[in-house]
């Protein structure tokens, strides 16, 4: 649970990276002007900034589900985002934190687990790793992960949220998964040949814009006003979310690439076939990977 909080920087000529010690999650990429890319949180509108997803992505069918025929309770995104992880490492261009399974979590997630948490800073590009390992000789590991980044916008305060755009790279169909009610209507995704769109608050009346991933994809931020931009590129990411709130007017939109999705509307609750869910045997890892430019 929530406890120090303790802080850890990336720096070189380009950005200044800032890290938390709960959740592992970033809370701001600063640039040589002093620009701040990372939404700052609100309590009132969005209080997070950047959590990490994990062991579920979005929502479980009535925040619950089964495992050997116990059930277990878990709400939106599950517990990582709230635990104090502990430093392995902490470099000038590389930060290394990890999260192992105990006493809390075995009463929500009956599994043994590592996950480690990498950031590495390489001149205007920050790269992000999570890697999962079953650490249990006997069990299979079920587990989904996501990252969750709000980025500033606008993060040139003499423009507006309208002004900016999101472009994909690219260009190409892609699966659009409608949401319904908070959960994945998978049997009603349909082929959306173009993502772009400009930024609006009514874009994200439905909740998040969750599309199939069929390879890496680079999602820009940008405005024709300006020069500078966000460049995300989506890694092995299996799916990604675009989100942001509605009506609320929060000055930010996240782009979350996931390893897993919201339960569908007629999950059975078993975890075991939980949609996108991911297995290890034991002793197995899984690397998930992701990285965000300031162009």
């Not at 002093?34 to 479980?60: C, H, K, M, T």
């Not at 609320?248 to 996240?254: L, P």
């Amino acid at each position: 649970m929530r406890c120090k909080d303790m802080q850890y920087e990336l720096k070189n000529d380009f950005l200044t990276v800032k890290v938390s010690s709960v959740g592992a999650e970033l809370q701001s990429i600063r640039d040589s002007g002093n620009l701040e890319y990372i939404w700052q949180s609100d309590e009132d509108i969005w209080p997070r900034q950047a959590p990490i997803l994990f062991p579920i992505v979005g929502r479980l069918k009535n925040d619950h589900y089964y495992v050997d025929n116990k059930e277990y309770k878990m709400t939106l995104h599950g517990f990582a985002r709230d635990e104090e992880f502990t430093l392995v490492s902490n470099e000038e261009s590389k930060l290394v934190l990890k999260l192992t399974d105990n006493e809390f979590s075995h009463k929500i997630y009956p599994y043994k687990f590592e996950l480690d948490v990498i950031y590495k800073l390489k001149e205007k590009e920050l790269s992000v790793s999570y890697v999962v390992k079953n650490i249990d000789n006997k069990e299979t590991l079920y587990f989904s992960i996501g990252a969750h980044p709000g980025f500033a916008v606008p993060f040139q305060k003499e423009l507006k949220y309208s002004d900016f755009e999101i472009i994909f790279n690219p260009q190409k169909n892609r699966k659009m998964i409608p949401m319904k009610d908070h959960y994945a209507d998978i049997n009603n995704k349909y082929d959306v040949s173009n993502q772009n769109f400009q930024l609006s608050r009514e874009k994200f009346k439905d909740d998040a814009l969750v599309y199939e991933l069929d390879g890496p994809t680079n999602i820009a931020i940008e405005s024709n006003s300006i020069k500078k931009k966000i460049i995300f590129n989506t890694g092995n990411a299996k799916y990604v979310g675009l989100w942001s709130t509605y009506p609320k007017n929060g000055e930010f939109v996240c782009i979350e690439p996931w390893w897993g999705i919201d339960d569908t509307l007629d999950s059975d609750n078993q975890y075991e076939h939980k949609e996108g869910i991911n297995k290890l045997v034991p002793e197995e890892s899984f690397k998930a990977y992701f990285s965000m430019k300031i162009g």
